[in-house]
C-alpha cells in the first residue's frame, strides 16, 4: 500500500512539473488587481470628500436662513412673509445643491467606467501573454514526454 502511494506521490510530481505554473503571471495580475483597487478607493474618497463638503455648505445655508425666519417680526403678516422666503430660498438652494451632487455621481460613474475599461484591457493583455506562454510551455512539455 505504502508503495502504491509513493508511486502516485512521483507521478504527481512529474505530472505538475511537466506543466510549471508561471507565478509572474499570478503575481503581475494580483499586482494589477490591487492597483485597481487604489484607483477605485481613490475615486470613492473622493467623492465622499466632495459630497460632505456640499453636505456642510448646504447644512450652514438652511441654518443661517432658519436663523433669519426665526427673528422677531413686528407684524403677523412678516411671519408668513419669512416663511414663504425661507421655503423659496430653500428650493433654489435645494436645485443647486442636488445638482452639485448629480453631477459628483456622474464624475464618479464616468472615472469607473474608465478605470473598468483601463483594466479591462490590461487584464486581456495580461491574460493572452498568459495563456501564450502557458500553450508554449505545455508545448514544449508534451514533446519532451513524446520524446521519452
Known amino acids: 500500500m505504502a508503495k502504491t502511494t509513493e508511486d502516485f506521490t512521483a507521478m504527481m510530481k512529474d ?6 505554473v508561471d507565478t509572474k503571471a499570478v503575481e503581475d495580475a494580483f499586482k494589477t488587481q490591487a492597483a485597481l483597487g487604489e484607483k477605485l478607493t481613490t475615486v470613492a474618497l473622493s467623492a465622499a470628500e466632495k459630497s460632505s463638503e456640499i453636505s456642510g455648505k448646504w447644512t450652514k ?6 436663523t433669519e425666519m426665526s427673528k422677531v417680526k413686528s407684524e403677523p403678516a412678516d411671519y408668513a412673509k419669512a416663511m414663504t422666503d425661507f421655503a423659496s430660498a430653500y428650493s433654489e438652494v435645494a436645485a443647486e445643491n442636488m445638482a452639485a451632487f448629480a453631477e459628483v455621481a456622474k464624475k464618479v460613474q464616468m472615472d469607473t467606467v474608465e478605470l473598468m475599461m483601463a483594466a479591462g484591457k490590461d487584464m486581456s493583455e495580461e491574460a493572452t501573454a498568459a495563456v501564450q506562454k502557458a500553450t508554449k510551455d505545455a508545448t514544449t512539455a508534451a ?6
Do not use: L, S, Y
Open 15 to 20: 505530472m505538475m512539473g511537466a506543466f510549471p
Open 61 to 66: 445655508e438652511t441654518i443661517a436662513k432658519m
Open 143 to 148: 514533446k519532451k514526454a513524446a520524446a521519452k
